[in-house]
Structures are given as C-alpha cells and as structure tokens.
C-alpha cells in the first residue's frame, strides 16, 4: 500500500491550494481501504478532493485518499463501482453500454464515493434515483455494513453518511437501458450546461460555495447582494456566477474563507438566511482559520446533529 509522508496536498485539490499533509494513505483495494480505516481510525477520508479547501498551512494528521480504488463491475443493468472511480468516467463507461441514469455526473469532477456521501445530482437526475445499496464501513461499529436505498435517508445534498461516521466503499447502481445515442446527447447537454454557467476547471474552484437553501437558490441571494464584486487576496468571486470562488493569483486557504464568511454574512444581513457550505474544510494549524470556520459552519454542524 502507498504511503507518503510530508505530502504536498494542492497538487491535488481542485482549488490548488493546501500546504502539507503529514500522512497520506492510497488504498488500492477495498481490503486495504478497510485495513487503513483500522488501523487509522482518526483518519479523514476523500476521494478526488474536488470540493475541499486543505489549509495553507497544512493539516498534522492522516488522510486516505481513495483514488487509485477505480474497480466497477456491470451485471446486466446492475452496476457496481468502488468508491475511488471519478463520476464522469463512469457515466462514459455505462453510457457506452446502453444504460442510463448516471448522465449527470459527467459534469462532476468528484468520485463515486463522495456522490453518494452527498447525493449529488443535477438535471434532474441523483444518486438517491439510482442506488441500490452499498458497503459502508462504520467507524463507530468498526465494522463493514451494507445499506439499502431505504436506510440512507437520501435528501437534498444529504445521506445518512453525513450524519453517521459511515464511510463509503462501493455502491450499486440501477440503471436502464436507452438508446447509446440518446444518452450521449443527454451527456453532452450536461457538459454544455456547466461550462456556460460555471467556471473552467483551469480556474481553479470547488464547485458550488454554498449550498442552495429550500425552496431558494444560494447563487440568486449571492448576486442580489452584489458579491460578484468580492475579492480577498489571490480568491474572488467568478463574474460568471455568484456561488463560485475562483483561485485566481495564489489564493490562500484564508483566502477563501474570509470570502466566504463575507459572502455569507452579506446574505444573513439582507434576507436572515444563513447559506450552509458545501465546501468541506480540512485544517488544524491556524488559529484564525479555525475561529472563522466556527461561524462559517456552525449551521451546517446544527444540521448534521
């Protein structure tokens, strides 16, 4: 198993930014994925880190990175995928044969595991639509467990991951069967869409900054407050779209945060509506950061309880 020590984590975060991590662990399997989560049960898990900010000044502990896990097995309209395979590719490998309903994750850059930590979705299309079960690992039980659709309280950007310690190891995927063509147009729609309303990955982002609240959109509350004008540093916020931060000149990890908290209270000032994150952040070495972080994400740790 991989082991790499002092790890200069930016070089493979979306947002190029993070400073080193002590520990890093790259499973190739999901016996060693398990091995790793025993015998390091602190640890943080992730997969292609396309939604987290690492702090510049680096994080003093251990992370396992999943992404040299890609194995995925096709039974019929069955498809069963380890947690490290990126979305997008195997939403091309299914599409190929003729199976639809993972159309959707061609325009996200995360992996498997992290979409069905948040059930993700767009176009109207998500996890929740599709899986069947999965293998979890609860931390807290140490032990492997399988979860159907029914017990994973799938809601908006929300599974009962995210409020379990239960870490993802594979999924499986119902899907039906279409017409190749039909889905490559639908994919290509997709793609066609995220580069008119959000930001090349050549400018370095996490995706959305906050998470849209109910029955509202976090994107129109950002712009009518006039956030596309907000700039801290080396981040800003993209003229394309008011729920983006972009790393335009070597942006910091604090950064990016005084910006978001900016964003944010802009949005509870006017309307009371308190945006949740839905950029994780990782960090223990910067006392400014972590006071910042304990008013950026208090609503979000509320939800989680």
Same mark, same amino acid.
């Given at each position: ?5 002092? @790890?200069?984590? *930016? *070089? ?13 662990? @790259? ?17 943080? #898990? ?39 395979? *990126?979305?997008? *590719? ?53 032990? #492997? ?34 017409? #190749? ?8 729609? &997709? ?35 006039? =956030? ?18 972009? &790393? ?7 950064? #990016? ?21 839905? =950029?994780?952040?990782?960090?223990? &070495? ?20």
């Amino acid at each position: 198993m991989l082991v790499e020590n002092d @790890f200069e984590v *930016k *070089k493979l975060t979306s947002f190029k930014i993070g400073g080193v991590v002590r520990r890093v662990i @790259f499973p190739e399997s999901v016996d060693e994925f398990i091995a790793s989560l025993e015998s390091c049960p602190e640890a943080f #898990v992730f997969g292609n880190m396309s939604n987290v900010l690492v702090s510049s000044d680096g994080f003093d502990g251990t992370l396992i990175l999943t992404t040299k896990m890609k194995n995925y097995n096709i039974k019929e309209n069955l498809v069963k995928a380890e947690c490290g395979i *990126k979305g997008p *590719k195997l939403s091309q490998i299914v599409a190929e044969k003729g199976l639809s309903g993972l159309e959707f994750m061609i325009a996200f850059p995360g992996s498997i595991g992290g979409e069905v930590f948040m059930n993700a979705g767009a176009h109207g299309q998500s996890v929740q639509d599709v899986f069947v079960e999965g293998d979890f690992f609860d931390k807290t039980a140490r032990q #492997v467990v399988t979860l159907t659709k029914k017990d994973m309280n799938f809601s908006y950007r929300t599974s009962v991951c995210q409020k379990q310690e239960l870490i993802v190891l594979n999924a499986t995927f119902e899907l039906e069967e279409k017409d #190749v063509d039909l889905i490559k147009v639908k994919m290509q729609e &997709n793609l066609q869409f995220r580069h008119s309303h959000q930001p090349s990955l050549a400018l370095p982002n996490c995706g959305s900054v906050f998470r849209n609240p109910e029955g509202n959109s976090a994107g129109r509350l950002l712009e009518s407050v006039g =956030v596309k004008s907000f700039k801290i540093g080396g981040a800003k916020v993209w003229e394309g779209h008011a729920n983006f931060i972009i &790393n335009e000149n070597k942006a910091t990890s604090t950064d #990016v945060l005084e910006l978001m908290l900016k964003m944010q209270s802009e949005v509870r000032e006017k309307y009371n509506i308190e945006l949740m994150p839905e =950029v994780r952040y990782l960090g223990n &070495n910067s006392r400014k950061e972590e006071d910042i972080c304990k008013i950026l994400y208090q609503s979000l740790k509320k939800m989680q309880k």
